[in-house]
């Protein structure tokens, strides 16, 4: 019953930034651990990143750290991407996840993901 949906992606050049976010429709947002994963056509499914429910802890992945941040504002329900120092490999469809175990989210099997926005880099 959570939809969630993603916004922000576009076409950028290599080095530039994007910032996505997700939109969660769900009262008890605060309690969902959320996440951001992205895929290229023809390839799996790769984890982006994490925040917890509260949003005092996150996680990235070692391809995106120091590059992008994970924010959450649980009073509007939302969830944002901040991605930076953009590279080519960073072009795929972006998802992102909600689970109220954090485990299950990272491991990819949350219940809840959202439609997906794209992203591309140009060089």
């Known amino acids: 019953q959570v939809q969630l949906v993603e916004s922000g992606g576009g076409l950028v050049q290599a080095g530039g930034s994007l910032r996505l976010s997700c939109t969660a429709s769900v009262r008890t947002f605060s309690s969902y651990n959320m996440g951001w994963f992205r895929q290229a056509p023809g390839q799996e499914r790769e984890f982006v990143g994490a925040?917890?429910?509260?949003?005092?802890?996150?996680y990235y992945s070692d391809s995106v750290k120091g590059r992008f941040t994970i924010t959450r504002d649980n009073a509007k329900n939302t969830m944002s991407l901040q991605m930076n120092s953009l590279k080519p490999e960073d072009t795929a469809v972006y998802h992102c996840?909600?689970?109220?175990?954090?485990?299950?989210?990272?491991?990819?099997?949350?219940?809840?993901w959202g439609q997906g926005t794209q992203v591309t880099v140009s060089s």
């Open positions: 925040i917890s429910w509260g949003g005092s802890n996150t």
């Open positions: 996840a909600a689970d109220t175990d954090f485990r299950t989210l990272w491991r990819g099997s949350s219940l809840y």
